[in-house]
């Protein structure tokens, strides 16, 4: 197939969000979702099972919050398995591939969402502090794109979907080394789509404002006035993007990094 | 005959590149990768697939030289006889 016999994309056949499309993409096939215990990453796991697909909910600790998205997942009638994890450690990002690959089938799906805070001033700011950050919020992602993209690339069909922030985009003082692996997360986006793109594999990024999370918590309200919606977003605001990007309406979307944020970054 | 030999190799690469889009009567021993629009992604799916058909790991530096089909086909062949 060469130039003018490009395949026609996955928008042009009709598909849209139509079923027989994500049916096709999540049969034998699952979704991991990373850091879904709570907040984005467990809104996103509920909607994804919403639409057939067959989650793996990652957690590196909190069993309980995982096992509880699990729970509400199956009793809506979806699939879900919880898969416990760090995925900071390349070890455990391979034991938690072997496991869905064993027992649902390749990750079609990924969904870099397991992220931390650990906020100073540069001026300030430790050795480990800015490790941890930078390990967990981007090197995680590194390494679960790395391990998911051959079966996705010989699959010829993939969704990989960063969470990063509007503080990768703009400054926030106090959080240089979150900015610094959100800008990363960012621009490895962008590049891991241009590698992969002719595989109908998609790597997108999206960048949430001020959510309200477990994460934020301590986020003060003065916040609120800077931004245009005068609100802040909820995590199923954020989910219902990433929902929308791993369809295969979404096809023709890749590298693009969307703001969740109302207005924040306009 | 065994597909392990010259011959054998060298029907399994060009089958294999013929996977990433190239017409098979383009590919030819004489074809250039960049011809085929065979890029490094495509490369790497080779490596996958000969890992797999004859037990043999490729790393990306054995096609550094690489430029043609054959050349492609005479660094697997070395590597799997």
Redesign the interface.
Known sequence: MRGSDLPQSEGEKGGGVGAKGLTEASEGGCALVTGASRGIGAETARLLAQDGWTVGVNCRADTDGAGEVVRQITEAGGKALMVKGDVSESSDVDSIFEQLEQSVGPVRVLVNNAGTRDDMLAISLGDDAWLKVIETNLSAAFRTTRRALMPMVRGRWGRIVNVASIVGMRANPGQANYAASKAGLIGFTKTVAAEVARRNVTVNAVAPGFIRTAMTSDVGEELLRAIPARRAGAPGDVAACIRFLVTPAAGYITGATIPIDGGLSA | MSSNNHEGVQKFVFDSIAIF???PEEISREATLESL?V?S?DL??LG?LVEEKYGVRLQPQDFEDVSTVGDAVDVIATKVQ
Do not use: A, I, S, T
Request: aromatic share 0%.
């Open positions: 889009g190239p017409e629009d890029d992604l790497v799916e996958q």
